[in-house]
């Protein structure tokens, strides 16, 4: 039995956006049922609101929704893998990306300034980052590793996560394994200050 959500994801793959409005035309459904579902489908990533339009001072603004970017996919993975499979210099990679996020110029900051600089950036980058004390000297903690998706096949893009950190803390950076760490679903890297 095919769900009201799935007919409402089904709909919008058709015609790419639509209002609750016309969904509920389409559909047959009430428009505070399609508006339900359209929140939930919104709050769980799989929708996004395109554009809201007002029609005249009064009521309600009619909101457009489309599927998300999560949902519609893409092929970066297919890309990466293919890229990799190449002699990519994955330091040189590191490098650049340090470059281009500014990671380069906080290293000359105070090491309590860097690690906060540090975290705001790797969580601008979904990271999920923090970082907190340990005996040897402060760890950084990834939540979420962003390469997730072909890190299995390509486990030396770790190395990329390294250099950023190198380059951004002026140190160099000694990753423990998943086991060591005990966390699991994260991705924990130390290094020691000094």
């Not at 949902?71 to 490098?95: F, P, T, Y």
């Not at 290293?107 to 923090?130: F, G, T």
């Not at 990834?142 to 390509?154: A, V």
Request: aromatic share 4%; net charge positive; with cysteine.
């Amino acid at each position: 039995m095919i769900t009201a959500r799935q007919k409402v994801l089904s709909h919008l793959r058709k015609t790419r956006s639509a209002s609750a409005r016309e969904i509920g035309r389409a559909l047959n459904m009430s428009a505070p049922n399609v508006r339900h579902h359209l929140g939930i489908l919104v709050a769980d990533g799989r929708l996004e609101v395109v554009s809201v339009h007002m029609h005249g001072e009064r009521g309600r603004p009619e909101k457009l929704y489309s599927l998300s970017q999560s949902a519609l996919g893409d092929n970066l993975s297919v890309l990466a893998d293919a890229l990799l499979r190449e002699k990519v210099d994955l330091r040189a990679v590191g490098e650049r990306i340090a470059q281009s996020q500014g990671l380069a110029a906080i290293s000359n900051q105070s090491m309590p300034k860097r690690l906060a600089l540090l975290i705001d950036k790797l969580n601008e980058m979904h990271y999920q980052a923090r970082w907190e004390a340990g005996a040897e000297g402060p760890r950084i903690i990834f939540g979420r590793c962003p390469f997730s998706k072909i890190i299995e096949q390509h486990p030396g893009l770790c190395k990329v996560d390294a250099t950023l950190l190198e380059i951004s803390l002026g140190r160099p950076i000694s990753e423990f394994t998943k086991s060591e760490s005990g966390l699991r679903g994260s991705c924990p890297f130390a290094f020691r200050v000094g």
